[in-house]
């Protein structure tokens, strides 16, 4: 996206989180963070800090959600994906590129994870795949949609999208919104830098927004058929 | 607000965090925390399992956020203020509340702060009051206007506003909206619990979080005029 | 206890330490803590220091071990309450006044699990409540006697009970004592904040603390009355 | 003390806490470990736990306390001492043994530093030597008696002093004093461990620690002399 | 280094470790990190575990040690140049391919550095800037030399450089050489992983690590003059 | 080894790692602290940084190695052996003294193990024993063969073998050497402290160090025939 870079990886474990063991679903969660040179003056690392800070939490928080909204999870049985998404270089929209580089890590391990379900011979096969096999569900795809984001914000008057960090320095209105291939909200989150917004703004913002994403699914879709995956229209 | 209790208080010093060093404005800030016992089932305390969650981080950074807002910061001179909201009774819409709130304990602090530096008589006042009366400071108001904020979702298909805990666990969507009293968005927040929720659905919500609020600006008017003190129209 | 105000809650859970595991006796812990604000300047929250610090430990272990004290543990059965007291406003004496407030919360609690234990009929109750009955347990009051504090101390030459901060920064003798119902003792503090303190001045002060305690005892006993609870003479 | 043996260091820094800085006093600090395998059965270090225990933070804020009582701290100057019990073997009453053997340390170093002041000749002496000695204070001892500390309990009816593990775990009543050598006390808790204990209890708990205690002074005068340093009497 | 990928990041402060203040001299450190997925299983976050590991530290105190041998200190006057370390993709050696990576950005940095020093012209030139010219500093070469590092082990008796994961796990000799280009050590770390290994081994491993590092160096050599920088032969 | 004074300290416990367990062998680790005060200035305590240090966490893993490599871990069964190494006084050489210590501790551990396993009338002998008597391991000594260390340097030009602090501070080269009692290595680390160091010094240290480290290893057999325990030869 732009100057900003992010490497997203996913990793798979046969468990779930406690409130979710024996229930038969999965989970999807998400990891956040930017190397100390990605930005263009150092930040220390978190590690050393000893503390995730809160602006990395509301993050990790925003892209779990997102991801967690086009999956089924009762497809992925009783199985954790949790999708790293580390920044090697920040200009700006660090967690919209997140979210949009995460799905597509995500669906080309769930494509994965089916295909391997599918494989098996009946003799060998793993017990979690031989209860989703007999349920019907190594057959359902997990991903319902694609899921994307983008940042906009006003500057000088003018509403811009995927804002970089220049941009996103000097603007009055900050949003991230998070929309589904089939032009749904996942998440709107708008906030004033300097003085508040009216409602025409907002309205303004949204179409931006909405048109801005459409065009980010072409890009996700393409990338998956680069990869051999194809995403349920 | 319901059966959700918040206690504001806050505090001010005579110092800055370390950015705002030497130019003269001053700084809001808040902290936010729930008794063990606040909720139906007791909460581990944060202080024991020694780190602050991301829920808490990302709350009192709205919190903060919102309060900043709508206060000038030069008028305030080189002063932090800490609003701490501790919830003793959580029944959904802590943070909504804590805002609310806090705007009230936050504009009392201001006029208690404004009315000591008038009152002081030149020969020994405080180092700040005098540059803030040479400055012209000392006599404006450092709250520009009202701040509210309320919870909105969507329950079995109605909007509903400032949803109580069993409304909230079972909402669809999930708004918070914080409003200046001119009818300005300092932030929207809106997340899909179950499904993606369409335009007209976010439409819907606004216009019903702008009537709630104005409302809740009525309340803390006649907070302020039983304390004493006047906001600005 | 003055302007000193502790909101003290207890939680029920049905799991015991790992040392007592297995042992059919139950535990009783105490949580103390201030609200930021409950002091005349504020003190920083224990969770952003990211640690509890030494006067929190020790008075948390104080309040345990206090109402541990009058806890027949076999009459609880295998659980665990958890005794919250939250210090909302501090002028002296928090750790005392959360001593005599926890004793009335935790009697109320007893009172209220065995009159559940007692009430469910044969069929469907707990696996824990059939156990306590079987065992007769269930009909034993788990309270055995009242348990109430005092602090008091030595100010220009005179014992006070109950110090008010002010009053508290001045004393040359600092006491904390904790009797029971029968006029013994569960605990005995005393240090010499100025000069030492000789017999004399230890027999005088713990002769006005048993005094004041037994009036603190008529209070808790009203406290229970008016919320139907009566404790055994 | 019996089998516990407490290594006893003063460390001393020409600096003092914020809270005294600018007041020309000194202060007196205390910290207490434990060898992980000074205990029967290995106990894991504090600094693998990665916090100070409640236990610990008790005992060295008590051990500070005690030497600060019988220090005069203008006599020190803006100088911090630290000192450090480490237990290598523990055998019951570690904090009472700390106490008795820091006080030797103590008085040891506060000679030296004394000797070390009056001896400076006037061209090169330090900054805070040449003011103590201005103001009559490097002649001053900064030790203004001894003081020491017993453990006692009642284990099966009778008073006992200095318990061993074996007793003190089997003891009813558990108490700590500390005393100067005058015969006042320092500070005196007293905990039931099983039964609450009546004020006769008490009595002859305190009588039978005021003559242990006596023996230690002999203890702790002879330790000084053989290093060549008297405390006045 | 084969499937080893390490992003090697230098950032200049102008400050230096307290020990260093006012010695005229600068400092090299360096961090070292893996991102979660580098390795074949996901390795949890250092920030996530809220401590930094003992192999991390050992790390990063190595690829320090390496690049301050190398460095002429008062050339980089009161500077602190931080070299990040992070890695991409683990195949084995990570730790002697952040050394070798890590010289070509320290070589660049400190040619930047010293380009910048020498174009100033002097009106406007900072204050480190004109004290360094003052002192002949800023004509003079940071870096003495190259250094370069390689892992050797036995795998099966015979000596490889450069293992790869697969080979290291099965190598009964574990070493890490680092070398300066005139042929000399820095450091030399060999580890008996099964059996003890002779001295006819130790020199045989030490021949070889010779010979690769010399390859490394021209690979160096290489790297700089692409990027326009050339170091001293 | 001079003033340089470690506590040694073995502690048995019938539990493994979780990544040995079920494998039927056993495990031994080193942990290593510094009293605050066995350091010439005073060493602040790494429970109070609340976090152990690089340095550390370096010095424990090279004791834990050097102790597993003469160790034959199915001789011990399901075993833990956890070492602690505690630093009474430092004067250089810590690390190295602490595991030609460490290993007299290990040796008396293991044949006291031992002769308790072999001592067990069969009726009433652990699991553990039983399953190790079985399999013929009861008999078979835990300790191979001798492990000792000693710090290397060059000074002034001159190989010197066990640094004392002062010497250490003024060495060009530092190294640790420990070597089994056949005379091959466990661990070569050499470190320029200086200016880097040729083969031919490397090939000095190594030799000196093996003379020094044979007159250990007679240093240890004295210290275990007096404890009445003999290693194999």
């Known amino acids: 996206m732009g100057n900003t870079r992010v490497l997203c990886a996913v990793s798979v474990e046969d468990r779930v989180p406690n409130f979710l063991r024996g229930k038969g679903t999965g989970w999807v969660t998400a990891e956040y963070a930017m190397l100390p040179r990605a930005t263009h003056t150092r930040t220390p690392r978190e590690s050393v800090a000893g503390r995730i800070g809160g602006r990395t939490h509301e993050i990790q928080r925003l892209i779990g959600r997102s ?28 967690r919209t590129a997140s979210i949009t580089g995460a799905f597509v890590a995500l669906a080309l391990a769930c494509e994965k994870i089916r295909a391997t379900d599918l494989a098996r011979t009946v003799p060998n096969e793993g017990l979690l795949a031989a209860k989703l096999r007999e349920a019907g569900l190594a057959q359902r795809r997990a991903i319902r949609q694609g899921v994307a984001a983008v940042s906009a914000g006003v500057v000088g008057g003018s509403v811009l999208l995927d804002l970089a960090y220049a941009e996103d320095s000097r603007a009055d209105v900050d949003f991230n919104v998070v929309m589904t291939e089939d032009g749904r909200f996942i998440e709107v989150q708008g906030t004033a830098e300097g003085a508040p917004f009216d409602r025409a703004t907002l309205d303004h913002i949204l179409d931006a927004a909405g048109a801005g994403i459409r065009d980010l699914f072409a890009v996700q879709r393409e990338a998956l058929r680069l990869a051999g995956v194809a995403v349920p229209t």
């Open 67 to 94: 991801l967690r909204s086009v999956t089924d999870m009762a497809a992925l049985g009783e199985r954790t994906l949790t999708v790293d998404c580390d920044v090697l270089q920040a200009d700006g929209g660090t």
